[in-house]
């Protein structure tokens, strides 16, 4: 069995591929000889909590054919990262192009923002166990990258996860919900569609603990060295690569669908996850095993089928590669860089950037800067412990037993690291040598030029983001929400010139949606996006509502022509 974690996954994955291969590298890729349709299609499979544990990247624990498929016929990038080891700051950077720390969205969660769930019981419930529920709110004219191509006529779909820290911008899409799907576009409309995936979720450890495995049940499978080796640890493990299996089931389907409406050769297809692993020490920490993720890109016809992309990339680069991609000028308000098509930036980075900060009612602040070789992780609160006791996470079987050796004091060096009492002020890691993070360096004389160099890069990186972490969470709700009054969208003004009706916002940055219904109860939560003035239907009354992120949405205005 091959033990492999982190950056020693990536030499494995190099190791097996051939001498030719090693050699396309991203300074060998050419992506300026990349071909595509005029409008192509843009799909995402999104796994949740998954590290770069599947054959692609060196780990043969499992098979994951169709994962491998893509990869195959695709892009391997092999240091692409989120900015945050958990999901809904991360959501919060793909959706906008911006780092969470600069909007005010790096703490977990900031209320129970889905469309399903968004009541006024939900925000109570949310109440009761102490939490402050706001919404972030970015600049001005930061809008998710949904809305920019629904206004470019794109379809778009999102099936079903939301979870943005903020309410979803009304008219991003024309469909999200557990039945949305591209197929439900008009005839010829091209589509921007998610598909997430959660089979691999950390609830689905324990969730799943009494199901059958798809795996051996004697599976020799590798555990890192800051978890334990026990029948309890093994067991979940060895659920989490069953569900691995699980997840690349659907990404079959989801494949074989797209190849049954015609559409493969017409589609740009991602394939990555929201962040690290689900097991502990891995998701809502800023290691490697929280924030490196895989990602493959499948263009139409297999261009560069089979080579691997090795430069340093980040979620915030989605929103603005995809918009490159379909020739759409980039918006200014943007943290991330587009690395294909019209707007590229050829330029490769130095350096990424990821924050830890509150998890459910836990407090934390930590900041990291990283790049190929080296991370430096800077704490803040250094009276407090590593370990974070999330009661979500203590659900978890292998996480009980971690606490119940610790308790024993029957943990090793290694796993008692994660439970030091008191913290380091910055940690230094060789990414090469130590890829899952356990050798501090800091004190190290050989070091410190680099630790320096990347200290200061990090505190740079804090004041040009506005880092809103520097506030306490409640002095940040204040300064948006003045004595906790969110603040509201302005009605929409509707007029009538030469038979045409214009909509307008009073609100810089705010979107308009609108419907036509027959009354109020039959509106949907689907709003068609304004985006030029509009053809009058009789018998019909309009409907229009306008809304800004982070702020209240409108009154829903009703006309009749």
Not at 3 to 29: D, P, T
Not at 168 to 192: M, V
Not at 510 to 517: D, M, S, T
Request: aromatic share 12%; with cysteine.
């Amino acid at each position: 069995m091959i033990r492999i974690y982190g950056a020693l996954i990536l030499v494995f994955v190099f190791s097996c591929r051939s001498e030719a291969k090693l050699e396309n590298s991203s300074s060998a890729i050419d992506y300026s000889k990349l071909e595509l349709p005029d409008k192509p299609n843009i799909l995402w499979i999104v796994a949740e909590d998954l590290s770069p544990y599947i054959p692609t990247y060196g780990d043969s624990t499992v098979v994951t054919p169709n994962i491998s498929r893509l990869a195959e016929e695709g892009i391997v990038y092999t240091n692409f990262y989120s900015p945050s080891g958990v999901c809904a700051p991360s959501r919060a950077a793909i959706a906008t192009g911006t780092y969470p720390t600069r909007i005010g969205a790096q703490h977990m969660r900031t209320g129970p923002w889905f469309r399903f769930s968004t009541t006024d019981r939900a925000l109570e419930n949310y109440a009761k166990h102490g939490r402050l529920a706001y919404e972030a709110l970015p600049e001005t004219n930061v809008h998710m990258l949904s809305t920019y191509l629904r206004k470019h006529g794109y379809y778009c779909s999102n099936n079903p996860k939301e979870d943005y820290q903020f309410r979803c911008e009304i008219a991003a899409w024309d469909e999200s919900s557990f039945q949305a799907h591209y197929k439900n576009r008009k005839p010829g409309q091209p589509f921007y569609a998610i598909f997430n995936l959660d089979n691999t979720h950390e609830s689905m450890i324990w969730r799943k603990a009494k199901d059958s495995l798809l795996v051996d049940e004697n599976l020799n499978v590798p555990v890192p060295p800051y978890l334990p080796n026990t029948p309890i640890a093994l067991q979940d493990i060895r659920r989490n690569y069953s569900n691995i299996i699980e997840m690349d089931n659907r990404v079959g389907e989801i494949l074989k669908e797209l190849e049954q409406t015609g559409e493969l050769e017409n589609t740009i297809i991602f394939w990555y996850t929201d962040h690290g692993g689900p097991l502990p020490r891995q998701k809502r920490t800023v290691y490697q095993s929280g924030i490196h993720v895989p990602m493959i890109v499948r263009f139409p016809n297999k261009q560069f089928a089979g080579q691997i992309d090795d430069q340093l990339l980040s979620f915030i680069d989605l929103k603005p590669t995809v918009m490159s991609l379909l020739g759409i000028e980039l918006p200014e308000k943007v943290d991330g860089k587009a690395w294909l098509g019209k707007h590229a930036n050829a330029d490769e980075r130095q350096y990424l950037f990821a924050a830890a900060d509150r998890f459910d009612n836990e407090t934390d602040k930590i900041r990291a800067v990283f790049n190929k070789n080296f991370k430096l992780i800077k704490y803040y609160n250094l009276n407090q412990a590593y370990y974070l006791p999330v009661k979500y996470r203590e659900t978890m079987p292998i996480m009980r037993e971690l606490l119940r050796l610790r308790d024993k004091d029957s943990l090793n060096d290694i796993q008692k690291q994660w439970f030091r009492k008191t913290k380091d002020s910055i940690e230094f890691f060789d990414l090469v040598n130590d890829p899952d993070e356990i050798h501090n360096l800091a004190n190290k004389p050989e070091y410190q030029e680099q630790i320096q160099t990347m200290h200061a890069e990090l505190d740079q990186w804090i004041k040009d983001t506005n880092d809103k972490g520097k506030l306490l969470e409640k002095d940040y709700l204040e300064t948006i929400w003045p004595d906790g009054n969110q603040p509201k969208t302005e009605d929409p003004k509707v007029q009538v010139v030469n038979e045409k009706i214009q909509l307008m916002s009073l609100i810089k940055g705010a979107n308009i949606g609108y419907q036509w219904a027959d009354s109020e109860e039959t509106l949907t939560n689907n709003w068609e996006i304004y985006v030029e003035p509009i053809k009058i239907q009789t018998g019909k009354i309009l409907f229009v509502m306008a809304h800004k992120i982070g702020y209240k949405t409108s009154d829903i205005i009703e006309k009749t022509f």
